[in-house]
């Protein structure tokens, strides 16, 4: 397993499962509605959360994600070493390629791909999942051609 793989992984393992709640519920079927005044409120949140993220304000990351997500996290440190990680790995991000909001399993993700400084032929691809009151629920960190379709 190469070192970007591991990456991967240990960020998907550590952010993007769901609470323990809503795993043992079924994926929704129909896609939550969403009014154009909250798509760009979502997409504000998604910036604000990425921008945060990037320049290492963990604090205000930490304030909105949610609680179990926080823990599986692991904290404050937790959101501080997942940013070293990625940092380390990836170098810092040098142009925004595209942002959007998708739906996966009927639940709200943002996206932010961009090209890095340590990723040659590749985008790296930051993913909140956000619940419908725009707090943080998972998270996903990873090159782009390893990041599941949306």
């Not at 969403?34 to 604000?48: E, I, K, M």
């Not at 993700?109 to 790296?124: E, K, P």
Request: charged letters at 20%; proline letters at 5%.
């Amino acid at each position: 397993m190469t070192v970007t793989r591991s990456l991967v992984a240990a960020c998907i393992f550590a952010c993007a499962a769901l609470p323990a709640g809503a795993q043992s519920k079924p994926p929704l079927k129909q896609p939550l509605s969403v009014t154009a005044a909250d798509s760009s409120r979502f997409l504000t949140l998604g910036r604000t959360y990425t921008r945060w993220f990037l320049a290492g304000t963990h604090d205000s990351l930490a304030a909105a994600t949610e609680d179990p997500t926080l823990v599986r996290m692991g904290g404050l440190a937790g959101i501080e070493s997942l940013r070293a990680r990625v940092t380390r790995q990836f170098g810092t991000q040098l142009r925004m390629v595209e942002e959007k909001l998708t739906r996966r399993d009927g639940r709200l993700q943002f996206w932010h791909a961009a090209t890095f400084s340590g990723l040659r032929n590749d985008q790296m691809v930051i993913r909140w999942v956000l619940n419908p009151q725009g707090r943080i629920v998972g998270a996903g960190f990873g090159p782009r051609s390893q990041a599941q379709a949306d």
